[in-house]
């Protein structure tokens, strides 16, 4: 694959680019991401399914800007799939041709299942789950991929999508008519021999923009969307208020975005109609979804799709763009986890911030990569947005506090108040600030010296290969937890 990749997703509301550049073998960051809400299916579906030349003519701009990007970038390879409204349109191959002509840009149109294929790819090895079903609510069609254990075992499109269903029913105000629709098309679900989750991964403008709000009226302290889960039944009064908003004032008081006003009380109805139905009781919000999927089945395509075990991509991404010394890096980490396991008798804490742990110790020198000066400051934000695949919100939380703990005081109450709701106890948080400390002090000198551990009556020995004054002196002034001692 090449180093520098663009992805285009054209949907039938919105068209949407990513790139990507690999930094390894199976790590990539995200470099740009444009969106042109080109509504290529609109009045489409009040005309037999044909493409009409005003919205086409959007849509042709558009892919002239992002090829204009993809080439400013120096990308090397171009992925194009287009979903509902091309694969449903009579006259699509008018469209394709003309921008296959003009533009050189080939345009894959991809059926519904593997549509629905990519939403899970893309969920399965960016977030932190491995059984549940996405949904995917598009402007012509919602993809559904269910995964269990890790593994996906179906894929289905249906044809319910925002843009479909306001012209079809809603600009008719016949509400009664769309969620009969929507019943009968998910009919085809419980036809299918799969175990329908009690979890939902949301794909698509819509979900994202439902999440955004929920996000905001809970006055959640993490600014971000991918990952962010919420309880169905807590949220379903936010549905229906905008369900039964009357026009754009009353979406507005809502938190409705402008960008939204079109599509957003014929999206809600949609999820809420789904989320009803297969009985759900938790949603993930992903900020990843065909294009990611398209991309990761290229990029894995001899590894089934899936990263290897133990694999994170953010942390691999971060490492290779920005740490100081990959022995450093291996070191750190290796030693967090000795110095978590000798002292566990002590801190009893679960084996989940082992691994934690073990991410901050690689992790916490990308600061300095930044500004050597308050870097763990610079760490801290930096982090708190890096890790972007493939952590809960509080894993990625806990990370980017520990880093900033790393320091020879321990943290107070104050220190975690503002991000309290999604970090663990202060004593937690202490534990985790003086282990990363001192493994940061043992080597301070960038040695990475041979240590061993030996822990007796709350009296941490350490044996070092190479016990030099630096090392002690900088080991004296940490803070311990509880009733520690620290002998050199």
Avoid at 29 to 52: A, D, H, P, R
Avoid at 339 to 359: R, T
Avoid at 471 to 484: A, G, Q, R, T, V
Wanted: aromatic letters at 8%; charged letters at 25%.
């Amino acid at each position: 694959m090449s180093k520098v990749t663009t992805i285009i997703d054209i949907g039938s509301n919105s068209m949407r680019m990513v790139v990507l550049q690999k930094s390894s073998r199976f790590a990539f960051s995200l470099i740009n991401e444009t969106k042109s809400k080109v509504k290529i299916s609109e009045g489409c579906y009040e005309n037999g399914g044909n493409l009409q030349e005003i919205p086409m003519q959007r849509a042709y701009e558009s892919l002239k800007s992002f090829l204009n990007i993809s080439n400013a970038l120096k990308s090397r390879k171009i992925i194009c799939v287009a979903t509902s409204a091309l694969r449903d349109a009579p006259n699509s191959n008018i469209f394709i041709s003309r921008i296959k002509k003009d533009l050189g840009l080939n345009i894959k149109v991809i059926d519904g299942e593997k549509e629905a294929y990519y939403g899970g790819v893309a969920a399965l090895n960016l977030l932190h789950d491995d059984t549940f079903v996405t949904v995917d609510i598009g402007g012509g069609s919602t993809e559904f991929c269910f995964v269990k254990n890790g593994k996906i075992e179906k894929s289905i499109s249906l044809n319910i999508g925002t843009v479909r269903i306001k012209e079809l029913y809603f600009n008719k105000e016949d509400i009664e008519g769309a969620k009969k629709n929507i019943l009968d098309n998910l009919k085809s679900i419980f036809n299918l021999d799969v175990e329908i989750p009690k979890k939902v991964v949301g794909i698509g403008g819509s979900i994202r923009a439902l999440s955004k709000m929920i996000m905001t009226n809970n006055e959640y302290p993490l600014d971000i969307l991918h990952g962010y889960t919420y309880q169905v039944k807590k949220e379903f009064s936010l549905f229906e208020k905008i369900i039964e908003a009357r026009n754009s004032d009353e979406l507005k008081s809502l938190g409705v975005k402008k960008d939204r006003f079109d599509t957003i009380k014929e999206g809600a109805f949609i999820f809420k109609t789904i989320l009803d139905e297969l009985s759900i009781s938790e949603v993930i919000t992903s900020g990843a979804g065909v294009r990611e999927g398209a991309y990761l089945s290229d990029l894995l395509r001899n590894s089934n799709h899936k990263f290897p075990a133990n694999f994170n991509v953010s942390v691999r991404s971060l490492l290779d763009r920005f740490e100081i010394d990959q022995k450093q890096s291996a070191f750190m980490g290796n030693n967090a986890a000795k110095i978590f396991d000798i002292l566990k008798p002590m801190h009893n804490l679960d084996n989940k911030y082992k691994s934690l742990l073990v991410v901050s110790s690689k992790l916490h020198s990308i600061g300095s990569m930044l500004n050597f000066y308050k870097s763990n400051d610079n760490a801290f934000d930096f982090i708190l947005n890096g890790l972007n695949y493939d952590f809960l919100h509080t894993s990625r939380v806990v990370v980017a506090h520990t880093i900033k703990f790393s320091k020879k005081s321990l943290p107070n109450k104050s220190d975690i108040l503002k991000y309290e709701e999604l970090l663990p106890s202060l004593n937690v948080m202490q534990w985790m600030s003086f282990m990363i400390s001192l493994n940061i002090a043992i080597n301070h000198d960038f040695s990475r010296p041979k240590v061993s551990y030996e822990l007796q009556n709350n009296v941490l020995k350490i044996a070092l290969s190479n016990n030099s004054f630096l090392i002690k002196s900088n080991i004296d002034k940490l803070e311990s937890p509880e009733d520690l001692i620290v002998e050199l």
